[in-house]
Structure formats: structure tokens, C-alpha cells
């Protein structure tokens, strides 16, 4: 199952004001017109590029309000968009309700022309069924399908549109839920830790300090007593929330996003209209499924788990730098998954079996100018595709980062060195046969070096501004 990419651009489906990859919708109807005339025979009603922000659809659909159906009308509140519903989750489940009941009430509009198709977005309520089924040459939810996208009939269309609300509802309110289960076994943990401490203190106590044995064992009853209702409770989360069932319908969703992000990669320009929570999606999935999960439900059980995490990685290192992505947030949370992805071996190994081409465009990507964009991940990706091979840290985990809690074991700076032996090659072939990628790249790292070993060097002076009544120089500090 996928989300066809011309849901995203032809206005069937109203996505309110989220926000797409390539910016504001209204930006992107009015730079990629021309595209959507040429790939898709879609031409953008002239009235739909004059609205700029969610608040004037808001205001048309409230001044019209009065010109509405007499039946919609008359259905007391429940299918118009009432005031309170400024969630889109809310205001788009409000929508579906009512979806059945004005499709009937509405009259049909005469088809247009087959060549071109002029289009405008229409919310939920004023569409027909012949809007989301289509007939007589209309694809209906299908329409404007791109040259890339295979011409294969795609029974009940209405169902691509309740893929697309789950694939919502998961990014809105499902991820948050699924974290907030895993502050239990959090709790568990300590709990239990607390109450063997408890124990041992017991075990050490004096005879004679009888007030001290009763205090410990009133701490060691209440720690039971909490151990034991936190322990029925995360029973019950990992058999109902954290289940094997639940596991495979996120992994499912997982893969629905990667499909859809792949077909609307292939429309070239249009990419930029799918909307940023795909790509949320298809990272937060993974995580839930790396991190929120019982360990008793492994990954590795998961049907083409390797190949899913080739496609995942795929979409990383393509999309961290890809231009048509310009929202900041998506990009460093694209960035920022990359990273995580190749501090794991088994992750890292997922990234070394993309196609070369497209691991030797995810290097040159790294070594690029790190002008307008973030550098420190940029850097710990570099560092982490070398670390524990020939040079840089190889402990297991860094002296300053000894004590640690045992909730963070799983951190990404806390993972033992894997590097990549592969990756090394193809950045060394990158910058022996580039000159100038070679000169600004280190270019770029000196310039970096050279501004932490100031602010190194102010903090010194910050530190210890005076030995022996006579003000340090940047000399002496560099001759100690």
C-alpha cells in the first residue's frame, strides 16, 4: 500500500495549512504551474494561487456559508465546519463524518474538458462521490497521474484517502502516545534498582540500630508495593500497547511511507508538494519500533526487515540534502536520523547496501561547504563513519561519560565504534579526484578548528585570568 503522489497536488484531499516539503502550498502552486500543466494536464485555477494562508480559505468558507446547499444546511451544524474545530485532526475527522451525507445533497458538476483540467481544493464537504470515484474518464482521487506513476487501476480510492488519515493521525497525537508508554519501564527500573539498594542496605544494618531497620523496612515496603503495581502495569502496556500485533501494524505503516516518499521522489519537481509528515512518519515509525517495543518482539522477526531498512536508508541519504526540501525542522530531523542511522552497526550496514551511486552522492553531500547549514551533525557523521579506525576515540564509552544512567545505554554517542570501511574508500576517492571539493572542505574543517580553539582559549582566559598577579596571553596559553 502506497499514497499516490497526485493526492498531493490535484486538491482532492484538503491538508489544511501543514506544511509540505517544499514550503507553503501557495508558493508552490505558483512556481511549479507550469510543471503541473506539463507532467500532469493539471492547470491551477487562477483564484486558488490568489489564497495564501489558511485563515482566508476560512474566511471564504464562513461568507459562504449563506450559498451552501439548503440540505447541508439543514443538517443542523454537523456538516458545516464549526468554529471550534481549528485542530486539523478534529476539523478533518468532522469532515469524514459528514463526507456520505453531503455527497448526496450536493449537485454534480459537469466534467471537464480530458486534456486539461482545471482544479481547485475542495474541503471535504463539498465533494461528490464522483470527486473521490470519478466516472466517465474522470480519475477522480487519481487525477493528474504523473508520466513515473504506473497506469494500473487502484480498487477503492476512497481507502487511499483513510491511508492518508492514518498515516496523520500517527504524526499528530499516535508517536506522542507510544513515548509516553515507555516512561514505565523507565519507572520499573528504577524502582526496582531503589528496592535492591534498599535490600542491601538491610542486610548491612547494625542490630543495635533498631530505628534505622524499621526505617529501611518501611522504604522496602513501599518500593514493593510500587514495583509490583508499576510492573502489572507495563505487563499490560506490553500486551496490549507494545504487542506483537501493534508492532506489525506500525512496521506497516513504516513501509506505507517509504512507498509513498519513493513514487513521489519519481515525479522530479512535485516532489515538493507531498506533505513533511511522511517523511516524519517513516523516522519516528523506525524509532518506535528501535526503541518503544518490548525486546521480546524483536526487529529482525519482522518480515523483509532488512530490505525496509535499505529502502529507510536510502531515503536518508538522499533527502538530507535533497533542494527541494526547504522547511529548516524537516532537514535537521532528516539529518539527525542519518546520524543516529550510522552509530549502529546494523543500521550502518543498511547504508552501505543502498546503491553506490547513491552513496557516493550521500558523501559528497557531507563534504560539501558547510555554509547554510548545520556542520555539528555533519561533522559526527564523518567522525562516526571513522571512529575506533586508526585514529579518534575507541573506547566503548568516553571517560567523561562513565557514570551513566542505564536508561541511556541506548544513546547513539554511547554506541561502541563501528566504522565504515566502504564509505572511508569513497570520500578518499571523492577528494583525491575533486581538488576544489578537496581545498573547501578543508578549508571548512581549518576554519572550524581554528574558531573552537578561540572559544577554547576564551574560556581559558575566562577560567584563570591572572598567574602571579600578571594578565595570560593567547602566547602563553599555546607555549603551557
Not at 504551474?33 to 474566511?59: G, Y
Not at 529507510?312 to 526547504?326: E, G, T, W, Y
Not at 566504522?419 to 581545498?439: C, N, T, V
Request: aromatic share 8%.
Amino acid at each position: 500500500a502506497y499514497v499516490p503522489p497526485q493526492l498531493f497536488y490535484n486538491g482532492k484531499v484538503d491538508y489544511f495549512d501543514l506544511q509540505r516539503l517544499g514550503g507553503l502550498l501557495s508558493h508552490l502552486k505558483k512556481t511549479l504551474k507550469d510543471e503541473l500543466a506539463s507532467k500532469t494536464n493539471i492547470i491551477i485555477d487562477p483564484a486558488e494561487i490568489l489564497t495564501t494562508s489558511m485563515d482566508d480559505l476560512d474566511e471564504d468558507e464562513e461568507s459562504g456559508a449563506a450559498q451552501r446547499p439548503f440540505g447541508a444546511a439543514a443538517m443542523g451544524g454537523a456538516l458545516a465546519r464549526p468554529s471550534w474545530l481549528s485542530s486539523p485532526t478534529l476539523g478533518r475527522a468532522n469532515r469524514f463524518l459528514s463526507t456520505a451525507a453531503v455527497s448526496l445533497m450536493t449537485p454534480r458538476r459537469p466534467l471537464a474538458p480530458p486534456e486539461k483540467v482545471k482544479v481547485r481544493t475542495l474541503a471535504v464537504e463539498q465533494r461528490t462521490e464522483e470527486d473521490i470515484e470519478g466516472s466517465h474518464g474522470n480519475d477522480g482521487l487519481l487525477l493528474g497521474r504523473p508520466l513515473e506513476e504506473p497506469d494500473q487501476p487502484i480498487a477503492e480510492k476512497s481507502l487511499l484517502e483513510i491511508v492518508d488519515g492514518i498515516v496523520m493521525m500517527y504524526n499528530l497525537s499516535v508517536h506522542q502516545q507510544l513515548g509516553k508508554m515507555v516512561v514505565v519501564s523507565d519507572d520499573v527500573h528504577e524502582y526496582a534498582m531503589a528496592l535492591k539498594d534498599t535490600e542491601e542496605k538491610i542486610a548491612r544494618c547494625p542490630a543495635r540500630r533498631a530505628d534505622i531497620l524499621d526505617e529501611l523496612q518501611k522504604s522496602q515496603k513501599v518500593f514493593a508495593e510500587k514495583l509490583n503495581h508499576l510492573s502489572r502495569r507495563l505487563a499490560w502496556i506490553n500486551a496490549t500497547v507494545y504487542s506483537k500485533e501493534k508492532m506489525l501494524d506500525v512496521y506497516w505503516l513504516l513501509r506505507v511511507c517509504i512507498r509513498t516518499v519513493e513514487h513521489a521522489d519519481h515525479t522530479g519537481s512535485l516532489f515538493a508538494f507531498a506533505p513533511e509528515f511522511y517523511l516524519n512518519v517513516a523516522m519516528n515509525a523506525y524509532s518506535a519500533l528501535k526503541n518503544y517495543f518490548s525486546p521480546a518482539n524483536s526487529m529482525d522477526d519482522l518480515p523483509g526487515y532488512e530490505d525496509t531498512l535499505t529502502q529507510l536508508a536510502a531515503i536518508l541519504a538522499k533527502h538530507f540534502a535533497d533542494p527541494r526540501i526547504v522547511g529548516t525542522d524537516i532537514k535537521d530531523s532528516l539529518m539527525q536520523a542519518l546520524a543516529s542511522y550510522v552509530c549502529y552497526p546494523q543500521s550502518l550496514r543498511a547504508v552501505e547496501r543502498i546503491p553506490e551511486e547513491q552513496r557516493v552522492a550521500m558523501m559528497r553531500n557531507l563534504l560539501a561547504p558547510y555554509e547554510q547549514r548545520p556542520w555539528a551533525q555533519t561533522n559526527w557523521i564523518l567522525v562516526r563513519l571513522w571512529r575506533g579506525c586508526g585514529f579518534g576515540y575507541r573506547y566503548t564509552r568516553l571517560p567523561h561519560l562513565l557514570k551513566t544512567k542505564p536508561e541511556d545505554t541506548n544513546l547513539p554517542s554511547l554506541q561502541k565504534p563501528c566504522p565504515s570501511l566502504l564509505l572511508q574508500r569513497h570520500m578518499a576517492e571523492l577528494l583525491s579526484m575533486d581538488k576544489d571539493m578537496a581545498a573547501s572542505f578543508l578549508n571548512s574543517v581549518l576554519n572550524q578548528l581554528n574558531w573552537a580553539f578561540s572559544e577554547f582559549i576564551g574560556m581559558i582566559q575566562e577560567q584563570l585570568p591572572f598567574v602571579g598577579g600578571v594578565p595570560l596571553k593567547d602566547d602563553d596559553l599555546l607555549v603551557s
